[in-house]
């Protein structure tokens, strides 16, 4: 079955220093993952998908297919990026496409 | 881009009781989706709702306890019903739209005692 790990729950890291929030999954067919975030009193939103290979708010992702990871980071944390990260695999099953996501990882940036 | 009105935002209920939340999207949307968030853990898919067909549950989740409508394309509830203090959680309504991109509502947040 498949499965989206996230093995920290919390991560606080300093203003300026890099990030990397680890996202392992497992899938037995072509994985479509994302990284969605919620900000507080904000609702759940998109951050990047591994299909558009770009950098939003200066973070960036890999799908690594061999190490079946998508971790996401950023060289230099601000305040601001302090929020809760969800990583999430896309699946289709005939025709019918969900998303499973990982248990989260809660972002502080320490000023 | 996607917006979704979800309500309540919020309800205190009784054990024994039922909730129904509401959905509504700006918009024609071909699937809906219903997740479950409980205190310190994931979201969890509970089931996906088509208009003019049965909503689709998943492993653990049933239509007697969480009976879904669809009427259009653009609404959806979903009621949590006979309710115990395990379902206290937060129920959020999601789309898909054009297979990129999933949008949530606010989320209801929902206390049983």
């Known amino acids: 079955a498949q499965r989206v790990t996230q093995p920290e729950k919390l991560l606080s890291v300093f203003k300026g220093a890099p990030v990397e929030l680890k996202c392992n999954y497992s899938?037995?067919?072509?994985?479509?993952l994302f990284w969605y975030v919620q900000y507080s009193r904000q609702r759940l939103q998109l951050l990047l998908r591994?299909?558009s290979r770009e950098s939003i708010k200066g973070f960036t992702a890999d799908l690594n297919k061999g190490e079946t990871s998508f971790h996401l980071k950023k060289p230099f944390a601000q305040e601001e990026d302090s929020a809760m990260y969800y990583c999430?695999?896309?699946?289709?099953?005939?025709?019918?496409?969900?998303?499973?996501f990982g248990t989260g990882t809660r972002l502080t940036i320490i000023p | 881009s996607a917006v979704i009105s979800q309500k309540p935002s919020r309800d205190i209920c009784q054990r024994g009781t039922s909730l129904t939340i509401q959905c509504q999207v700006d918009?024609?949307?071909?699937?809906m989706f219903w997740y479950r968030q409980q205190p310190g853990q994931s979201l969890t898919l509970i089931a996906t709702a088509n208009q003019g067909s049965e909503a689709t549950y998943e492993s653990g989740f049933v239509i007697d306890k969480f009976p879904i409508s669809r009427p259009n394309l653009t609404f959806s509830t979903l009621t949590v019903s006979n309710m115990s203090p395990e379902d206290s959680s937060i129920y959020l309504c999601s789309v898909d739209r054009a297979g990129t991109e999933a949008f949530f509502g606010q989320g209801t947040r929902l206390t049983v005692v």
């Open positions: 591994h299909i």
């Open positions: 999430a695999l896309k699946i289709s099953n005939f025709g019918n496409e969900k998303l499973t």
């Open positions: 918009s024609q949307v071909t699937m």
């Open positions: 899938y037995s067919g072509s994985p479509e």
